[in-house]
């Protein structure tokens, strides 16, 4: 099998989210590892800096690292950021077992304010008792001694509670949230053991230990970011899936009971939700949302431009609510941004698409396309090199 044949079967692979910590949490509209594994291996080399700038839960933040990449992850969703640095972080054993007797200890407490019962939005959704339990367990988590253990606290509490909430009409009970909490630090522990045997297997390769730079921003002006400006090298590859235009995604609230819509993760996680649901997609699915779609994620790529090598290869998963419409303003918008299409797969004009099984988006008009996906590559325009070359060796 050749290096373009694993990239395609990679991409049509329908294998569960698995390995390192990528299973760690459900963000909506995920990218297989696989596949991002494949891109990274044929198209970069260790030491290279991947870049994400729509990076949602850090899949290609968490492979880049484990395979002796550097990593830059941008995304403007907090509660995003919140996830992806969980999933790459490097507890010692003492803060692991912080987080583990913190756990064991989890209770009621009477003799603490409970804030949640001041949140209009959670006081008419959740019962007391409920959001009680939810106060005690961050209580405990916020009382860790180190920064990471409290940070990983929150990010079990948060696991779990997606987990409970997920396609039920009921609120758990103190055991059974108790309960769940204890499996999800098991499941994350396992996860970070994973990940850190990654980094020991790379090391005897390498002789250097990658690093990642993940910034909570917006993509448009990222050039004028001074934490940008420090790196040591400019990314080579940038792999993503942007979010797709018309396409309805909640990436910033949990549904629950009969499919309403709640802030609880930005509460348990101490981040910030400031912005309406369209703003995260780029656009609505009117008319008006989908031609501001196409105005953004040109400014989007401009900016990428400015940060990257000027030989960078930029690789994008993305589905559309009408393939045939907007596919090629899509294709406009990055030849405005400065980028032309390139085929390092296929022959010249053939694109790659894949289906994806049991998904359940809201899509604009009444064409149906948001279960595809394809694999676009794009060089800047006055640096194209022949797509052959594209593909190492």
């Avoid at 009969?258 to 101490?270: C, G, Q």
């Avoid at 894949?354 to 006055?382: C, I, M, T």
Wanted: aromatic share 10%; with cysteine.
């Amino acid at each position: 099998m050749t290096d373009a044949d694993r990239i395609i079967e990679s991409l049509r692979s329908h294998r569960l989210v698995d390995g390192l910590t990528h299973n760690l949490y459900s963000y909506p509209a995920r990218f297989s590892p696989e596949l991002t594994k494949e891109i990274i291996a044929n198209f970069s080399e260790p030491g290279d800096w991947i870049f994400d700038p729509y990076m949602g839960g850090g899949t290609s933040v968490v492979q880049a690292l484990a395979m002796g990449r550097n990593a830059l992850g941008v995304d403007i969703n907090a509660l995003a950021h919140f996830v992806a640095t969980n999933k790459i972080s490097r507890l010692s054993s003492n803060e692991l077992l912080e987080v583990e007797n913190w756990i064991k200890g989890i209770r009621i407490i009477g003799a603490i304010d409970y804030p949640s019962l001041e949140n209009p939005e959670l006081g008419r959704l959740f019962p007391r008792r409920f959001l009680k339990l939810i106060d005690s367990a961050l209580y405990g988590a916020s009382s860790l001694k180190t920064k990471k253990a409290r940070k990983l606290a929150k990010f079990i509490l948060l696991k779990a509670y997606h987990g409970l909430l997920s396609d039920s009409e009921r609120f758990p009970n103190a055991s059974e949230a108790k309960n769940k909490i204890s499996i999800e630090f098991e499941r994350t522990k396992l996860g970070l053991e994973r990940f850190e045997a990654a980094f020991a297997e790379i090391a005897k390769t390498i002789n250097f230990q990658p690093i990642a730079k993940l910034l909570n921003r917006n993509v448009i002006g990222l050039e004028g970011d001074r934490r940008i400006s420090k790196l040591v090298g400019l990314p080579k590859l940038v792999f993503t899936s942007p979010p797709y235009p018309g396409v309805h995604v909640l990436y910033n609230k949990w549904q629950i009971a009969s499919r309403k819509e709640t802030d609880l993760p930005y509460y348990i996680s101490n981040t910030k939700n400031s912005f309406s649901p369209s703003f995260y997609t780029l656009g609505g699915r009117s008319k008006s949302g989908i031609d501001t779609y196409f105005d953004l994620i040109t400014d989007c790529f401009v900016s990428v431009a400015k940060v990257v090598d000027k030989a960078a290869l930029v690789v994008q998963l993305v589905g559309f609510s009408n393939a045939e419409a907007q596919l090629p303003r899509y294709l406009k918008s990055m030849e405005l941004a400065g980028y032309g299409e390139v085929f390092p797969l296929t022959t010249h004009g053939k694109r790659l698409w894949r289906n994806v099984p049991n998904r359940k988006w809201y899509s604009a008009g009444r064409n149906w396309d948001s279960s595809r996906e394809v694999l676009l590559f794009h060089q800047l325009a006055d640096d194209q090199i022949s797509a052959e070359s594209l593909l190492l060796r």
